[in-house]
């Protein structure tokens, strides 16, 4: 039994990770699925995900505040996945006098995000809500000094 289990997984990794075991996205909600390009050294690597909208916006800085992020695990595998709601989220911004009245699109982010540790085998599964966009960063460790 062992070694059948241990074929399944050396497959699905040579073949690419099997993503339908994850559930089907509810109504209203959309699944993004993140694959990571293989790096030389993953752990100098970290993911952030940010949670928004793209708005027209004028000079103020806006950002929305309600967003509940869970962090879930997938009965029976062990794998992690997240799931971002926005209920009752409020828009807020500064009230400074723009000096034109230009609009311009931008991200405005809600509170919450995921930082992770960088891994190319596993992708990472996301549920958010249609009208909800999120932005993918990838920092990279440039050096490093021990004081």
């Given at each position: 039994?062992?070694?059948?289990?241990?074929?399944?997984?050396?497959?699905?990794?040579?073949?690419?990770?099997d993503?339908?075991?994850?559930?089907?996205a509810?109504?209203?909600?959309?699944?993004?699925?993140?694959?990571?390009?293989?790096?030389?050294?993953?752990?100098?690597?970290?993911?952030?995900?940010?949670?928004?909208?793209?708005?027209?916006v004028?000079?103020?800085?806006?950002?929305?505040?309600?967003?509940?992020?869970?962090?879930?695990?997938?009965?029976?595998?062990?794998?992690?996945?997240y799931?971002?709601?926005?209920?009752?989220?409020?828009?807020?911004?500064?009230?400074?006098?723009?000096?034109?009245?230009?609009?311009?699109?931008?991200?405005?982010?809600?509170?919450?995000?995921?930082?992770?540790?960088?891994?190319?085998?596993i992708?990472?599964?996301?549920?958010?809500?249609?009208?909800?966009?999120?932005?993918?960063?990838?920092?990279?460790?440039?050096?490093?000094?021990?004081?």
């Open positions: 039994m062992r070694s059948v289990l241990g074929i399944l997984v050396m497959a699905s990794l040579a073949f690419g990770f993503t339908s075991i994850f559930p089907k509810q109504d209203g909600f959309r699944q993004h699925i993140i694959n990571l390009e293989p790096k030389q050294s993953e752990k100098d690597y970290e993911v952030v995900v940010e949670f928004g909208r793209v708005l027209s004028d000079c103020n800085v806006h950002s929305y505040s309600g967003g509940i992020l869970k962090d879930k695990v997938l009965d029976g595998y062990g794998y992690n996945y799931e971002f709601s926005d209920n009752n989220s409020t828009l807020y911004k500064t009230l400074m006098l723009c000096p034109d009245e230009a609009l311009k699109d931008e991200f405005v982010m809600f509170g919450d995000s995921i930082k992770t540790h960088y891994n190319s085998k992708p990472l599964i996301i549920y958010a809500p249609k009208d909800i966009n999120i932005r993918v960063k990838i920092y990279a460790l440039e050096s490093e000094k021990i004081l």
